[in-house]
């Protein structure tokens, strides 16, 4: 166990709809990144967050947003789904922010299907 | 436009071969370059270097990084079932944007008995 809890581990929805995964960063961890991994393309930078605030923005589709809360927790939103959002989300944290000296630790990921 | 790529794609040894996983890298203000191993979901951590030259090593897992080439080479030695895994290297530059890290895709290691 990593430390960084994700939820929900499987899910699968329909084209059009919209979910929201949820992640825990370890304990003591300030910093929360999101990665998209699929088959062709590998890991994908999403978004990053450091202690409430936006620090980072990778490929993030504008149908997509993240925030991150007070007791540090972050939710990634995913919206008007299409085929090719099927992927695996990660989570990750960090203690700092942007250092570029951090070691992410990733959570076991969230997969998502869409039909 | 920042990238990792990471060669060879895949790769198929036997027990107890030495492999050589081949990592270069094109990062704007390069800070650090890190080697996961992802086997069933979660990437987990193996290495950071910062420094050229300096090997770290870990058991039968080994790194090092060459700064002035870009690349970085992550041996395992004496290779066991168990080591069968995809490999992600990444590589961060410093600060703002840069902070985080941009992977490659992955070099998959199958080790047969």
């Known amino acids: 166990d990593s430390g960084v809890t994700q939820t929900p581990k499987h899910l699968i929805t329909a084209t059009g709809q919209r979910v929201t995964l949820r992640c825990s960063p370890r304990s003591g961890d300030l910093s929360v990144y999101w990665y998209q991994q699929s088959l062709d393309q590998g890991l994908q930078f999403l978004i990053q967050?450091?202690?409430?605030?936006?620090?980072a923005k990778g490929n993030i589709l504008e149908r997509f947003s993240a925030q991150q809360f007070p007791d540090l927790h972050s939710e990634l939103n995913l919206s008007s789904l299409e085929l090719g959002d099927s992927a695996l989300y990660f989570c990750a944290s960090s203690v700092a922010g942007g250092t570029g000296a951090n070691v992410l630790t990733f959570g076991a990921g969230s997969r998502l299907t869409v039909l | 436009e920042d990238k990792v790529v990471q060669s060879p794609l895949s790769l198929v040894v036997h027990e107890g071969d030495t492999v050589t996983l081949n990592c270069s890298y094109e990062?704007?203000?390069?800070?650090?370059l890190l080697w996961y191993k992802q086997e069933k979901k979660a990437p987990t951590f193996l290495f950071m270097l910062t420094s050229s030259g300096i090997e770290k090593k870990s058991g039968r897992l080994s790194s090092i990084l060459d700064k002035k080439e870009l690349f970085s080479i992550l041996n395992i030695t004496a290779t066991q079932t168990g080591d069968s895994a995809i490999y992600l290297c990444?590589?961060?530059?410093?600060?703002?944007?840069?902070?985080?890290?941009?992977f490659g895709k992955g070099t998959k290691l199958s080790v047969k008995p």
């Open positions: 990062v704007t203000n390069f800070r650090s």
């Open positions: 990444a590589a961060r530059g410093y600060g703002g944007s840069q902070g985080n890290l941009i």
């Open positions: 967050y450091y202690n409430g605030e936006e620090r």
